[in-house]
């Protein structure tokens, strides 16, 4: 599986993790569709779920008139898998991290969402070399 369906895939999972409570391998199961299983989709799951009070620290920190409750699920989720990958994934450079994340928010989220997600991620980027 490439690492953008992994990407896409496990923010379908979040989403159901944050929307009905799903236990996090049936989530990564039922996005899977019948299709084999990928580690770095587990990874990426996974690792939200593990660091969730981390992350959230993390976005919330970098949000301005915002509350991580107020976000759309969809951009939420997103947010949360791109600052895992930025604090936990020192293998993959940064700005593949952001590009991605903006591109799957221009498919999944709205019209705003790209914008939103670039400049939060910008943020957490730049608290990270400090």
């Known amino acids: 599986m490439k690492r953008r369906t992994a990407r896409e895939k496990a ?5 159901q993790i944050d929307v009905s409570n799903t236990e996090p391998t049936l ?3 039922h996005v899977l569709e019948g299709e084999q299983h990928d580690d770095y989709l587990n990874k990426l799951v996974l690792g939200v779920v593990e660091h969730k009070s981390e992350i ?5 920190a970098n949000l301005e ?4 409750d107020r976000l759309a699920t ?5 947010l949360r898998l791109a600052a895992f ?7 993959i450079p940064e700005n593949v ?3 991605e994340a903006i591109e799957i928010a221009k498919v999944f989220g709205d019209d705003q969402s790209s914008k939103f997600i ?10 990270l070399h400090k």
């Open 27 to 29: 989530a990564i199961e």
């Open 65 to 68: 008139n915002w509350s991580l």
């Open 56 to 60: 959230d620290n993390l976005i919330t």
């Open 11 to 15: 923010l379908q999972a979040l989403f």
């Open 85 to 91: 990958e930025l604090t936990f994934s020192q293998e």
């Open 118 to 127: 670039n400049g939060v991620l910008s943020k957490i980027k730049g608290t």
């Open 97 to 99: 991290i952001l590009d």
């Open 74 to 78: 969809v951009d939420r989720n997103l």
